[in-house]
């Protein structure tokens, strides 16, 4: 027989970017056998049966020559069943019941059922932005995947339940002559709530005025806060409130957590892109495959790529692995984080707001004004060095937490949620301002030779006084850098137009933990 060649395209991932998949579809004479080829794994190599089982339920005969299919370039790992509509309508376009030249613009991801049947696959979103970026006509997914892929603008999007939906678009007929249904329609999505964490306020933490303020500081820059304090005091409820001042995602953000959400298959897309910051809260039994990302096969995303753009909580953080909190050292300084297997390499984003709760001693009572701690110097010593000196020294805000009073409890609180947002939006406006024409919004990520350009507006006087603070322990390099950048956090919240003195006692003070009111 003359040989033929079809050519169909799908889409692999690595971490959340899309590459382009050329299905190419060659049925030649020679022994009767199907080839996959182009690095697929074990669940790609299980499509062949679903792709047969799913061609003879609509009554195509499988071939019975030698059939072999490459995903080009083989270089880039396959994985899953996204590809199985993509290699079903290749083998349909090579029998003739559709056109190769009609299917050839177009993007094919679904995984089959037996009967023929289209399923919804993890990753829609990020393959549309890779599609729309390699100038690809048609993205064809299954029906419910309608509403994720249709989120973003550029591409045709098309949705079927079933192959002979799909057949009769592009003008084929199946030989049982089953009736055709027509492609559906996105179902309408309904707009992103502005903050899904209204059910909590800041305005419930009341008698903790230095704690409000510090929070109201790490998300006005995106710094890093830890909490120390006795059982009670309010730490877990301090932390689970910072979601609720941050201001929404902008669209780069949004698309960036909603492809990653995507990828771990927990993105609802009847809610549109995400634009409320995540928030993730692991139990301290997680591994570091939870926390950092890994697993067998491709690495998946961790714990702290879920929670990029948002917050990262580890409440009882001396309870976690001191390996898996040490792991996090690298990604709060990168921004990502590398995950290396012998076979796959995988770059995830894992730019979060971390924060650590934790008691300062195994009976919790350390700095308590009212109980009397039970542990040793050695037992309190040993608790606490679970948070490595280089993973502490990365921690922007440290607070001590006190179990307030029942005077204090009746103060009115420091801050509502609504006016701490309104607040921190002020706040992050005159950063971006400070920044324009940088690639850089906010003030804990930019780089240290930028805290040094006059254009700051950081006074002599500050850069002094951190000199003298390196030069007697009290900073580390990095501290120095961390502590200017709060400096202009606290300018920015104070509405100053430069960072003086005041601006730098303050920042020393929410670095070193020291409330004047506790101490």
């Known amino acids: 027989m003359r040989p033929i060649l079809v050519r169909t395209h799908a889409v692999a991932w690595s971490g ?21 080829v182009g690095m697929p794994d074990a669940s790609v190599r299980e499509s062949r049966d679903r792709v047969r089982a799913a061609l003879q339920s609509c009554g195509v ?51 089959l059922g037996l009967d023929g049947s289209l399923r919804p696959i993890r990753g829609v979103l990020p393959a549309v932005v890779g599609a729309r970026r390699e100038g690809m006509a048609q993205v064809v997914v299954a029906e419910d995947s309608l509403a994720e ?58 008698g903790q005025a230095f704690a409000a303020e510090g929070l109201v500081l790490a998300a006005a820059g995106g710094h890093h806060l830890l909490l120390v304090g006795e059982p009670g005091a309010g730490k877990t409820m301090l932390a689970k409130r910072l979601p609720t001042i941050l201001p929404p995602l902008d669209d780069e953000d949004a698309i960036e957590v909603t492809a990653i959400h995507s990828i771990c298959g927990t993105f609802d897309p ?7 910051p995540p928030i993730e809260t692991p139990h301290h039994s997680a591994t570091m495959a939870a926390i950092i990302g890994g697993g067998t096969g491709v690495p998946r995303p961790g714990a702290i790529s879920r929670a990029h753009a948002g917050v990262l909580v580890l409440d009882e953080a001396a309870e976690f692995s ?61 608790y606490m060095s679970r948070l490595s000196g280089p993973l502490l020294d990365r921690m922007d805000i440290q607070i001590p937490m006190m179990t307030p009073s029942p005077a204090e409890l009746s103060d009115p609180p420091a801050y509502t949620s609504a006016d701490a947002r309104k607040l921190v939006a002020q706040a992050r406006e005159r950063a971006r301002e400070r920044w324009r024409g940088t690639p850089w919004t906010m003030n804990s990520h930019v780089p ?46 104070r509405g100053a137009r430069r960072v003086g003195l005041s601006e730098l006692v303050s920042s020393l003070k929410f670095r070193n933990g020291v409330d004047n009111a506790n101490s």
């Open 16 to 36: 959340i970017t899309a590459h382009i998949i050329a299905v190419e579809t060659h049925v030649g004479s020679g022994l009767v056998s199907f080839n996959l």
């Open 149 to 206: 892929a249709r989120l973003l603008p550029g591409v045709e999007v098309l949705g079927f339940a079933h192959l002979r939906d799909l057949v009769a678009h592009f003008g084929g007929r199946l030989p049982e002559g089953l009736p055709a249904l027509s492609a559906r329609e996105a179902p309408a999505v309904q707009p992103e709530v502005s903050h899904a964490h209204d059910e909590v306020d800041l305005a419930d933490v009341r």
């Open 448 to 493: 240290s030779r930028l805290l040094h350009d006059p254009k700051c507006g950081i006074e002599p006087a500050v850069y002094r006084g951190v000199e003298r603070a390196i030069e007697d322990g009290t900073l580390s390099l990095r501290g120095a850098d961390r502590v200017l950048r709060l400096a202009l956090t606290i300018a920015d919240v």
């Open 322 to 382: 001191p390996q898996v909190l040490d792991a996090m050292r690298q990604p709060l300084e990168s921004g990502v984080v590398n995950l290396h297997r012998a076979r796959h390499h995988v770059e995830y984003p894992a730019r979060f707001q971390l924060v650590l709760a934790s008691n300062p001693c195994p009976c919790g009572h350390a700095i308590s004004r009212r109980k009397s701690c039970m542990c040793s110097s050695l037992q309190r010593r040993r």
């Open 270 to 276: 009847s809610r549109g892109l995400m634009r409320t």
């Open 61 to 111: 005969d499988w071939f019975e020559h030698r059939v072999t299919v490459n995903l080009s370039p083989a270089g880039i790992p396959k994985a899953g069943s996204a590809f199985d509509l993509a290699i079903a309508v290749g083998l349909l376009a090579a029998r003739g019941v559709v056109s190769p030249k009609a299917v050839d613009g177009a993007v094919f991801m679904a995984e």
